[in-house]
Every structure is written in C-alpha cells, then in structure tokens.
C-alpha cells in the first residue's frame, strides 16, 4: 500500500473523479443525494481542493495495487485527518490502519468528524483506539447540516 502526496492537477482531478463515485457508494443510505451533490461541490471539486490545500491540507491517493481512494489531513497542534475515503472494494484491507500508523509519527493527538450513523466507519476507528470525544452539529449552508462525532486518537 501506498499514500502518495497530491502535487499536481493531475492527481487532484484523480480525487475529484474518484469522490463522485466513492460517496455515491458510502453515503446513498445516510444523507439525501441532494446533500451528497452539495457536499461534493462545496468540498470535493478541483477548485475546493486546491483551495484546502493553499490553506495547509494534504491530500494522498490511496494506492493498492491502484488508486483506490483518498485522504486529507491537516496537521497543528493535533492531525485532524479530515478525509479518509475508500472504494467498496478495498474495505478491510488494512489501508485506514496503515494511514494511521504514518500519522501516528506526528506525535500528536490524531482527530476526525465523523457521521453518527455511519457504522462501519465508527467501528472501523473504534478497532484503532479512537474514542467518541462529543457530538457536534454543523451548518454547512444551503440548508444542510453535518450531525457527527469528533472522535480522537490519544494513544500515540
């Protein structure tokens, strides 16, 4: 497995691909298409990538033996792993806990939001040591709100 840094347009227009489809699968049974399409287009396009990342995020390709998925991070007094998203296929595989282990070499306290009925996820971070710290509902405009768990790593 490998987690390469995103330093072109090429591979930024590879995430922006990959997240239509990625989210189509992960979230069909969670949230409306009309908020899927909306967080896409605020969070997942060429544009809001090259944005986040002039703000200090970074982004990674997921590879196995292909691209099969994406990950951004940001990195301050603790690492807030702000997206770790896989294809279907690559469930279970070892990949999120892998990407952890490499954040886990910051030394800091690693963070995440997450939806409160996305199960498998939740789980998924449970096996790896994260704990639910609180809840937290967050307006995102056009007249959508993101109901999650901040989870937390402290066991570095």
């Given at each position: 497995m490998?987690?390469?840094?995103?330093e072109?347009?090429?591979?930024?227009?590879?995430?922006?691909?990959?997240?239509?489809?990625?989210?189509?699968?992960a979230?069909?049974d969670?949230l409306?298409?009309?908020?899927?399409?909306?967080?896409?287009?605020k969070?997942?396009?060429?544009?809001?990538?090259?944005?986040?990342?002039?703000?200090?995020?970074?982004?990674?390709?997921?590879k196995?033996?292909?691209?099969?998925?994406?990950?951004?991070?940001?990195v301050?007094?603790?690492?807030?792993?702000?997206?770790f998203?896989?294809?279907?296929?690559?469930?279970?595989?070892?990949?999120?806990?892998?990407?952890?282990?490499?954040?886990?070499k910051?030394?800091?306290?690693?963070y995440?939001?997450?939806n409160k009925?996305?199960y498998?996820?939740i789980?998924a971070y449970?096996k790896l040591?994260?704990?639910k710290?609180?809840e937290?509902?967050?307006?995102i405009?056009?007249g959508?709100?993101?109901?999650?768990?901040?989870?937390?790593?402290?066991?570095?």
């Amino acid at each position: 497995m490998q987690f390469v840094l995103v330093e072109t347009k090429e591979a930024i227009r590879k995430i922006e691909k990959m997240a239509k489809t990625i989210w189509n699968e992960a979230y069909h049974d969670l949230l409306s298409q009309e908020q899927i399409d909306y967080m896409l287009s605020k969070f997942l396009t060429k544009e809001a990538i090259k944005a986040q990342i002039n703000e200090g995020y970074q982004y990674f390709l997921v590879k196995d033996d292909k691209n099969c998925g994406f990950a951004a991070i940001q990195v301050g007094e603790r690492v807030f792993l702000s997206k770790f998203y896989l294809d279907k296929t690559y469930y279970g595989k070892g990949l999120l806990r892998g990407f952890v282990d490499i954040l886990k070499k910051h030394q800091k306290p690693i963070y995440l939001t997450v939806n409160k009925h996305n199960y498998r996820a939740i789980n998924a971070y449970l096996k790896l040591g994260f704990i639910k710290e609180k809840e937290v509902v967050s307006d995102i405009g056009g007249g959508f709100v993101m109901d999650d768990y901040v989870m937390v790593l402290y066991d570095i």
